[in-house]
């Protein structure tokens, strides 16, 4: 019996190391070959250079794709957000079909295939010509509602009413209860949804692959171009590197602010 | 006063998910149901031929029958690899397991296309193992790995696995131990302990893993591009090229048989897991 219990031990942890190696290793990779200071990437790296990170701030497209994934995943991630969060605070006490119906809608671009919602978008776009920047934030503010709707309402739920209660008895009206009293109470649920869409919108491909245009294209699909039509080249692997370093930050950044434990507890 | 003040909280969400959301998908639903056109998006006579030419052709069935099968490789190499570290990760003390669950979302937060390109130097014909076996004298001429249906398994494997594995370890961390000490206790063995108790009850976790690898690898054009290249191409790489060549109507139409495989697809998985069966029964 005690056999077997090392048996399950055994192949608890091999499986975890296997997974590990297996998840991590291909990130890892980019990070060690961003850094080559030859032309092409060999293993083990024969030393250590930041000349592919000149090259792509030297490259226009590149420069450019990186800022304007930056200023796309800010501006998602605030209207995103904000959006969620009044869709959460809407519903958090309302019971019935229409509830479950509204919350059904704000939760399915989650599970919906980005694919699909990406050639409707870009359908509906071609017939009532949207310009390329609205559209492409308008779709990233539908893929990252979910996230905030989730976690403010996770939140939102897990507040004592007679809180508000109280604030209104004591004489404050329905915005200044909002804003004074649940808003700051729920602060660390709308923090997270605000982390979790920034991030998606950051890396997310499936619908930007049809929503980008000429010049305005997001740092993923300068990517994935890249690697379909120019083949691997290292200035690639310091684009990756910085797509990877800037999230790195970001999630530092909310560690120090919050804490990282409050975020994932929140999901 | 009250419900009006509702409303405008309501409001905006709403009016966003109606036109960004559902508006465009029933838009592409009728789209998908006319005739293609040279001069506009789409014809002006309905027709329900874009779905029988898709249902009719061998090739799409081929397809088809590709996607399915790739995607129940990924399922079933994810279940098999997952299950196993979920249960390390749900055991582990609760702030090594915070660690960990934090290693494990920090690769989702890495954009796909970085995963995958980690892959393709990994496994390009001068990649890191070609070249790790040439040096070893393993094999004397480079292993033809990417551009392979196998690459695109195994990488689209090791990119979904952590939402399995953080999936079935949730479930796995909040479930009531005293479930399995009352089965030892009355004599199961830890191999029966695990097949009729812990298993049965992990079921909602193994489901929700389940079905977010099956859907996030129905859509991932890029991963299975980068991996597969022109020969392993999937039902979605030809919404792409549908769309790319300006067939409006037949790309609309595949979009739809794509989500309908989804919806079948999840009622299937739904009915075998059954994850109903476990939860609100208390834990």
């Given at each position: 019996m005690s056999r077997r219990r090392t048996a399950g031990r055994a192949i608890r942890g091999t499986a975890a190391a296997i997974a590990f190696v297996l998840i991590l290793v291909p990130i890892v990779i980019v990070v060690v070959a961003a850094f080559s200071p030859k032309d092409y990437f060999d293993f083990p790296p024969s030393g250590l250079s930041w000349r592919w990170f000149v090259e792509f701030f030297r490259l226009e497209n590149m420069r450019g794709a990186f800022a304007l994934s930056v200023e796309l995943a800010l501006a998602a991630a605030t209207l995103a957000t904000v959006l969620g969060t009044l869709g959460a605070l809407f519903l958090v006490r309302r019971r019935g079909p229409l509830a479950t119906l509204l919350q059904a809608l704000f939760l399915a671009p989650l599970v919906f295939p980005t694919i699909v919602l990406g050639v409707a978008l870009l359908l509906l776009y071609k017939t009532v010509g949207m310009p390329v920047f609205p559209g492409l934030l308008l779709a990233h503010c539908v893929i990252g509602m979910p996230y905030g709707f989730r976690t403010v309402l996770a939140s939102a739920q897990a507040l004592d009413p007679a809180l508000e209660e109280a604030g209104q008895s004591l004489g404050a009206g329905p915005l200044a209860t909002l804003l004074l009293l649940t808003l700051p109470l729920v602060w660390p649920g709308v923090l997270s949804g605000w982390l979790f869409a920034f991030i998606v919108s950051f890396g997310e491909l499936n619908a930007a692959l049809f929503l980008t245009g000429p010049g305005v294209t997001t740092l993923p699909i300068e990517i994935f171009s890249y690697l379909q039509f120019q083949g691997s080249q290292l200035v690639i692997a310091a684009a990756s590197t910085l797509q990877i370093a800037l999230i790195i930050g970001l999630v530092a950044?909310?560690?120090?602010?919050?804490?990282?434990?409050?975020?994932i507890r929140a999901r | 006063m009250k419900t009006r003040w509702a409303l405008v909280l309501a409001a905006p969400p709403l009016a966003i998910a109606l036109a960004f959301f559902v508006v465009p998908v029933a838009y592409l639903f009728w789209v998908s149901l006319h005739q293609p056109s040279q001069s506009e998006l789409y014809g002006a006579a309905l027709t329900l031929g874009n779905y029988a030419g898709i249902l009719g052709d061998s090739f799409y069935l081929e397809i088809t029958r590709r996607t399915l099968g790739v995607?129940?490789?990924?399922?079933?190499l994810c279940l098999l690899v997952g299950y196993p570290v979920a249960y390390f990760v749900a055991?582990?003390?609760a702030r090594r397991r915070m660690l960990v669950t934090l290693l494990l979302l920090f690769p989702l937060m890495v954009s796909?296309?970085?995963?995958?390109?980690g892959w393709i130097a990994l496994l390009a014909r001068r990649g890191v193992i070609n070249a790790g076996l040439e040096g070893l004298g393993v094999i004397a001429a480079p292993l033809e790995l990417l551009y392979t249906t196998p690459a695109v398994v195994v990488g689209l494997m090791t990119i979904l696995l952590p939402y399995m594995v953080i999936s079935i370890a949730n479930t796995l961390a909040a479930l009531d131990r005293r479930y399995e000490e009352a089965a030892q206790a009355l004599g199961a063995g830890p191999l029966r302990t695990f097949l009729h108790v812990t298993l049965p009850l992990s079921m909602p976790g193994v489901a929700s893993g389940t079905l977010l690898v099956l859907l996030l690898t129905l859509s991932a054009y890029v991963t299975i591009t980068l991996l597969g290249g022109p020969r392993s191409k999937l039902l979605v790489s030809m919404i792409y090229d549908g769309v790319t060549a300006f067939q409006w109507p037949h790309a609309a139409a595949l979009s739809f048989i794509l989500l309908a495989l989804a919806l079948v697809l999840t009622g299937v998985i739904l009915?075998?897991?059954?994850?109903?069966?476990?939860?609100?029964?208390g834990r």
């Open positions: 950044l909310i560690e120090r602010l919050v804490g990282i434990g409050r975020i | 995607a129940a490789a990924i399922l079933a055991l582990l003390p796909n296309v970085v995963r995958a390109y009915g075998v897991l059954r994850p109903a069966r476990v939860q609100g029964t």
